[in-house]
């Protein structure tokens, strides 16, 4: 059976409700799902200091998307999904907008909250985005962070 995999990478607003609704209408073989939606803070790192106006998502076309479906693959293969969407948007995202959604769907949850997690680690260290923040101070491209990577690691495959 093909699994229901939806990717896509935009600069317009998504409705996380609309996309789960996607997923799971008229399904009943989907008896989880588990989503993430990522949110643009005004503050650099959420450390509740200089606050920024806007966060400028670059990328590769066309490789972001063929990178972000090898991994969609991938949890596909490692856990028993029903169906799965990742939306990550690009261009300029002022705080308070969406940037990124992951909904996994499982017959149980345990699948559906690995995959997810799995996903969102990948998107956080490895997806072909470039982050810069735009504040008072000027712009500055956001450095990946240790915990992201040591949150990657544990899925590593031994």
Known sequence: ???????????????????IAALSRGRTDIGAVVSFSGICRNDKAG?????????VLEHYPGMAEEEIARHADEAVSRWPLTGLTVIHRFGRIVPGDNIVLVVTASAHRDAAFH???????????RAPFWKREEGSAGTSW???????DTAAARWAKS
Not at 115 to 125: G, H, I, R, S, V
């Open 1 to 19: 059976m093909t699994i229901p995999v939806t990717i896509r990478l935009q600069e317009e607003d998504f409705d996380v409700s609309r996309e």
């Open 47 to 55: 450390a509740g200091n200089d606050a920024i106006a806007a966060l």
């Open 115 to 125: 995959a997810a997690e799995f996903l969102m680690d990948y998107l956080k260290t």
């Open 142 to 148: 956001v450095d990946a962070h240790d915990r992201d």
